[in-house]
């Protein structure tokens, strides 16, 4: 069985100092009772802020959480005011969501600029994780990691069914071989997350909410591990 990834995104949320508590506590949970790090691949994408501060909190506790981005530039590194560029977080993070539906939504980010971002990603050496909110949109072909996040079920409280996302994540792979990891997103909770891990179609999921305090996010990487 291939890891499961769990991939934490944070959105716009935290201070410094609470990004800073969150570690501290995830890392005494982690100490007290480890999950197993063999059938896991967990990310947390903070906001740019935190990942500084976190590359250096997690090679000193050496606790097996890697860092990603939220999004990444469409844009090289350059006369580009207020971007932040995929070369320059090179080294901080390895994976980069791309296309999330508060990115489509808020910011009208649209297939062309998600191309781009795709492009600037793996320039740097960043995984894409390209998350699409239907079973019919276009997948740029270098991804090989995709979300599939329905819009009516993110911060809802109502997820799609386990049966129904595996079903969309193995069509998904039938109709882009190049993908070989489908997750899931859209108010996973501890309670609901192991209905996900036991599909066969469904490679991790994707916790917005249930991200932001670490016991709970703690919970759901246990009982990911347990199934
Ligand atoms: P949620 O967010 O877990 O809070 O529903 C999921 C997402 O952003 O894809």
């Known amino acids: 069985m291939p890891p499961f990834y769990v991939v934490g995104n944070w959105k716009s949320h935290k201070r410094v100092t609470e990004a800073v508590s969150w570690f501290k506590e995830f890392e005494s949970l982690w100490q007290k009772n480890p999950f197993n790090i063999q059938k896991l691949i967990v990310i ?6 935190h990942l500084a501060t976190f590359a250096s909190l997690i090679q ?5 959480i890697q860092l ?3 999004d990444v530039s469409a844009y090289p590194s350059g006369a580009y005011t207020g971007e932040v560029s995929a070369e320059m977080v090179n080294g901080l ?3 980069t969501l791309i296309g999330h539906s508060e990115r489509r939504k808020f910011f009208k980010e649209e297939e062309t600029e998600l191309i781009e971002k795709v492009k600037q990603a793996r320039q740097a050496q960043l995984e894409p994780i390209y998350c699409v909110q239907s079973e019919d949109m ?9 979300a599939y996040e329905p819009v009516w079920a993110i911060g809802t409280g109502h997820p799609d069914t386990s049966d129904n996302a595996d079903q969309v994540a193995s069509r998904l792979r039938q109709k ?5 990891t489908v997750i899931y997103g859209g108010s996973v909770t501890p309670e609901n997350v192991a209905s996900y891990t036991q599909k066969a179609h469904i490679g991790g999921v994707l ?6 305090e670490a016991h709970t996010f703690y919970r759901l990487l246990l009982n990911a591990a347990r199934t």
């Open 44 to 49: 947390i994408c903070p906001a740019y802020i």
């Open 60 to 64: 000193l506790s050496r606790i097996p």
């Open 68 to 70: 990603g981005l939220q």
């Open 93 to 95: 993070v390895k994976f």
């Open 138 to 146: 276009t997948i740029p072909q270098e991804c090989k990691i995709v």
């Open 176 to 180: 882009h071989p190049r993908v070989t």
């Open 207 to 212: 916790p917005g909410g249930a991200s932001l």
